[in-house]
C-alpha cells in the first residue's frame, strides 16, 4: 500500500465505471484509478474533486506499475470558497493546466500555496497573476522590469512580449499599447514578489483579467504553454 497525499489535476472516465485521476503531490504526479466512481452511489466519488487536497491509500499490481488503484480517501481540503465562485474556479482549473503542462514535481508547493490564497482572496486575478509570474521564473523566463529592456531608459511606458520585458515610448512598437504607471507598477511587483508578498499586491489597487494575459503572453511566447482555461475567464469577464 502506498500515501499519496496531493491535489487532484484532472479526473477522465476509464473503463466502464471507473475514473483516472492525476494526481499531483512533491513526489511527482501519480496516475490513480477510481473503481466505481462512474457509479451513482459511489462513497469514493463526491471526495475525489477536482483541486481537492486528499489523501489516498493505493495499491499497485507490482514494484513496476504505472497506475495505483484507489483504496480509501480522505478529503484534506475541499476548498470550498472557490466553488462558490464561478471566477475562482476558472483561476483554479487555470492553475491545474498549467501544472499539467509542466508537470514538475517542484510545482505542488507552488499549486498549494497558490489554491490557498485563492481561497480566501477578495482580488482572484491578483492570485492569478502571482501564480502565472512564478510560472515564469521557474522557468527563467523573468520580463526585464527594471527600466527598457532595450535602450535601458527608465521612463518607461509599455511592454514588449518580443523584446522580453519594459519599452520606453522611443522603443516601443506601433502595435503596443501605452499602459497606466499603476498597470506598470503592478507588472513591476508581481516579478519581484513570491507568495509572502501576496497581502502586499491584493492592497494594492485593482487587478483584472489583463494582469494575468499579460503575465500569460510570456508563458505562452516563451514557455510555449497553452491555456484553454483563459477562454472561460473571458466570458465571466464579459458577464460583469
Sequence with gaps: MKEIKGIILSIKDYREYDT????????????????????????????????AYVSCICHAK????????LRSVQMLTYYRKIRE??????????????????????????LKYALDLLEDSTKPYAAAALFAAQLTHLQGIDPYVDGCVKCGSKQVSGISVEHGGFVC???MRAQEAVLTVEELRKFRLLQKADYTHYALLESHGDWNLQ?????????????FLQFNSVE????IAALD
Design 85 to 110: 465562485d464561478l471566477c475562482k474556479q476558472a483561476i483554479a482549473l487555470f492553475f491545474l493546466e498549467a501544472v499539467l503542462q509542466l508537470k514538475e514535481g517542484e510545482l505542488f508547493e507552488h
Design 232 to 235: 472561460l475567464l473571458e466570458k
Design 211 to 223: 494582469d494575468l494575459e499579460r503575465q500569460l503572453a510570456f508563458l505562452t511566447r516563451y514557455g
Design 62 to 69: 507490482n514494484e513496476y506499475a504505472t497506475i495505483y488503484t
Design 169 to 171: 515610448r522611443e522603443c
Design 20 to 51: 483516472l485521476m492525476q494526481i499531483m503531490c512533491e513526489e511527482g504526479i501519480y496516475s490513480v484509478v477510481g473503481k466505481g466512481h462512474r457509479r451513482m452511489k459511489s462513497k469514493q466519488a463526491p471526495l475525489c474533486q477536482l483541486f
